[in-house]
C-alpha cells in the first residue's frame, strides 16, 4: 500500500499539530480568565488576544490548504455511522475553530475594546459598540468555548478508539505513520 496515501498532507499535519497545543492554551488560559480576578487577568487576557488572531488566521490557512488536498479514506471496514460521525465532527471542529475566534473579535468590538496586533496596529472593529451585544457575544463566546472542548474530547477518543481498539491506522495517518487500513 502507497505510504503517501495513507496519511494526510504534510501541510496539514503541521497545522493539526501546532494548532492542537495553541487551542488548548487559549481554552485553559480562557478558563483562567473567566474563573479568577487575579492581578494575572491581565496578562492572560495580552496573551489571549493575539493568539486568538493568530488561530483564526491558521484555521483559515488549514482550510484552504483542506479543500485543496486528498485526504486518506477511513477504513472500509468502518460502519456507515461511524464515517458520517467522523465527517460531521471534523466539520463541526472547523466551523467552532472558525467561529471561536470571530465571535470574540465581534465580543471586544462590541464592548469597545481594541483588538491590538503589535505596536500602533490593530483590528478594526467587526460590530459597533453595544452593551447588549457585548454581553450576548461574552456568553456565546463561553458556549462556543464548551462545544469546542466537548468536540475535541471527542475528537481524541475517537483517536485513542482507533489507535488502541480498532488498530486501524487512523490515528497514524496523523502521525505521519504508515498506518495499515482494511
Not at 494575572?40 to 488561530?55: E, F, M, N, S, T
Not at 483542506?66 to 472547523?94: C, D, E, F, M, N
Not at 481524541?156 to 478508539?161: E, N, P, Q, R, W
Amino acid at each position: 500500500m502507497n505510504h503517501q496515501a495513507d496519511c494526510f498532507p504534510l501541510a496539514l499535519r503541521c497545522l493539526h499539530w501546532l494548532m492542537a497545543p495553541l487551542v488548548i492554551a487559549m481554552l485553559l488560559i480562557g478558563a483562567g480568565m473567566v474563573a479568577s480576578v487575579s492581578p494575572r487577568h491581565a496578562q492572560l487576557v495580552a496573551i489571549h488576544k493575539p493568539l486568538g488572531v493568530a488561530l483564526l488566521l491558521l484555521v483559515l490557512l488549514r482550510i484552504g490548504v483542506r479543500l485543496g488536498s486528498r485526504i486518506p479514506p477511513l477504513p472500509v471496514t468502518l460502519p456507515g455511522w461511524q464515517k458520517r460521525a467522523a465527517h460531521l465532527s471534523h466539520l463541526l471542529l472547523y466551523v467552532l475553530l472558525l467561529l471561536q475566534p470571530l465571535v470574540g473579535w465581534a465580543m471586544q468590538s462590541a464592548g469597545g475594546y481594541p483588538l491590538p496586533l503589535a505596536e500602533g496596529f490593530q483590528l478594526p472593529p467587526l460590530v459597533a459598540p453595544s452593551v447588549a451585544l457585548h454581553a450576548l457575544l461574552r456568553g456565546a463566546h463561553s458556549l462556543i468555548a464548551y462545544a469546542l472542548l466537548l468536540t475535541i474530547l471527542l475528537h481524541l477518543a475517537a483517536a485513542l478508539f482507533h489507535a488502541l481498539i480498532r488498530r486501524d491506522g487512523v490515528l497514524a495517518s496523523m502521525l505521519g505513520g504508515a498506518g495499515v487500513r482494511q
